[in-house]
Every structure is written in C-alpha cells, then in structure tokens.
C-alpha cells in the first residue's frame, strides 16, 4: 500500500536547521600442618589485597575488567551507537557493525558528508543528513537501501525495523516515508503547513507520529500530528505555541515522548497531553528517549557547564536529579544505569540519579551504555567494553 496524504502545495520559505558481578573463591583446603601458617600468611595477604581492591571497584564501571576492545579509522564525523551488547560505528565511508568482543560482525559501504545513525531493537539506518543516501542493517545483513532525490533530515526505526525517512521535498515544505524492513514503501505523507523535524513509528506499526514547525508572523508553533497508517487522514494533532519540539518517539503504541527547547511532553495516541515537565529556566543540553523513562542533561549555559542531569518517569515525574559542576560532553542510558562523560571521568548513576561509579576517561569522546548496562567508552580510534 502506498498511500499519500498529499496537502495543498503552498509556496516554501526556506529555513536552516540539525555491578558490581564479582565472582569469590574460596581457599582450597590446607594439606598438611606445616604449611598452615604460611597459608594464613597467603590468606591475611590476599584478603588485605581483595579489601583494596574492592575499595577501588567501588569507583569502577564493572569487575569483569575490558570484556571487548574495538579499533577503528579515525574520522571526525564518526557516529555511533550501542547494538546488540556491541558497538556500530558510522564513518563518511561506510557502516560497521561490532560484537561485544569487539569483533568485526559486519561492514558495509556508504559514503556521507554528515554521516547519522538511527538504532533500534533490532536493525539500525545509517543516513546521511542534507544529502541522499540511507542503508538498513542488522548484524547478519542489509536489509536495504534508499537513494533519494531530495535531501534527507532524519529517520527512526522501531521495533519491528520499519523506518520513518523524513526527506525535503521542493513542492512542499516536507515529505515523510514509512518504509518495511524490506525497503517496502507502506505510506508517505507530504507537508504543506508546517517544515518537517521528526517522525516516529509506533511498536506495533499501526501509527506515525510527525512534528512540523510553522510560523505565522514572528511566532513559531511545533504541532505533532499522528497517523493511522490505514488511513490518509490525519488522526490527531497536538499544537505547542512558541517553542520548538526537536524531537519525538514512541515509547509505547499509546504513548509518545516529546523533547521540546523547554519542556519534555507526553502524548498519548489521540495526541492528548498526559504529561509535562518544564525545564523550570534551564536550557536543554541533552536528552535520551528511553523505554521506563527519559533523562535530560540541562545547563545554564550552551556548553553544558554546571548543570544538571534529570531523569522523568512516564508520568512526567522527576525520579531524580544530579547537579554537576563540570561540563557534560555526553549522556547514555542502558540496563538500568545513566552514565554521563563530564571532563575526563565517566559518572555512571542509577536510574533515580544517585552516583553509582566512577571511571577515569582521559580521551574519551564518548560513553555508550548496552542494554545490560555494559560501559562503551570511545577516543577518535578505538572504544572499550567493561561489564556490568
């Protein structure tokens, strides 16, 4: 099914945008009486040793030591994200693909000038934003590619690995495709009144969500429309006056989270607002859209010096903050554990945001936590895997 639901073409306006597992044996038993003492000696020895150790775990991201090294040519515009307890990285040449022994699964070819990634359960898209290119992949094979000719802004992929492309389009102010994981098209949608940012799909696939900009005089509104993908009509919409949604996903197939400038709201399917938490004079600096909640790195400066990290429960409750006195240079969340790169440590927190570890990060550009809560940190050219 290819349907459209095609808007009145209108004339465009152009506009610039982008635990500790530790395993314990315990000594063997004693042979002979003679050794006794020199065994005790061993074992108060040990146990001095272990006491230290321990000590020094407290502030360490995982005792199974280094599970995974990854090597990779170094590029500036390098991406990446956490798959499958591994690692992918997309370059301006191509899209490889890590297991968590830091192994090469994968690799495929693809050129980018600004190379994107999208990952999802099962499949990741690699894409190249203002230019034409995208691929989908899993660790066992490219499930497909799409040239475009328009230019490319984001995409999203869901649980079933269909993807949402949101594209330019000359006559209208945006286009949004839903593709199948074959590279089926299954429905697009073309904008008329409002420049597309976002899409997302919803887990069961039956809705997509859409977030478009409109300006009428000097006032932006962000409005969220949402589909029946079995239908062209529009079945919902949502209207946020003077601010800018940047972002949206589905979290469940009833409810989407939306990142704002300002605030994190939520919306169910009819486009409802269930939920809203207000950045209360903070600037937002770095978000996560996650399955039990979403964390916010805000600052009061665009740096993300002195600010804070927040984590907001479905219902729109802060479960926890920690301010931070350093600059946030990223933010991930996975297994249950938040982990933030500030300086040159790597802060790993509990969902409710108390400090949960440390781990010195001289180098570093990057901390990806995995779904077990397993700790990928990267320089320019390699990364590390430490268990949870």
Known sequence: MDDENRAPAVNEVPIERTGTGRSRKGPGSAGKRRVLS????VLLAAAAVLIFVLALFRDYPGTG?????????PHTSNVYAAFKGGLVVVSAADATVYGPDG?????????????????GENAVAAYDIGGASLIVFDEDELLFSYRSDRQLIDASVNERSWVAVCETSGEYKGVVTVFDESGRSLYKWYSAQGYVLAASISPNGKYLAVVTLQQKQEVFRSVVSVFALSSEDVRAEYQLEDDVIIDIGFIKNDLIACVSESSLVYLDAEAREKAVYDYDGFSLHNYIIGPDYTVLSLSRTNSGLNGRIVTVDLSGREMGSADVSGTVQCISSG????????????????????EDGELSSSGAKKVLLTDDGSVLILTNTDAKLYLP
């Open 335 to 354: 297994g249950g554990r938040i982990a933030a790169l500030i300086d040159n440590s790597t802060v790993l927190y509990t969902s409710s945001m108390k």
């Open 65 to 73: 030591g280094v599970a995974g090294d990854f090597s990779f040519e």
């Open 103 to 119: 192994r090469q699964i994968r690799r495929e070819h693809f050129a980018a000038d600004s190379p994107a990634i999208s990952a």
């Open 38 to 41: 020199v065994s005790l000696i």
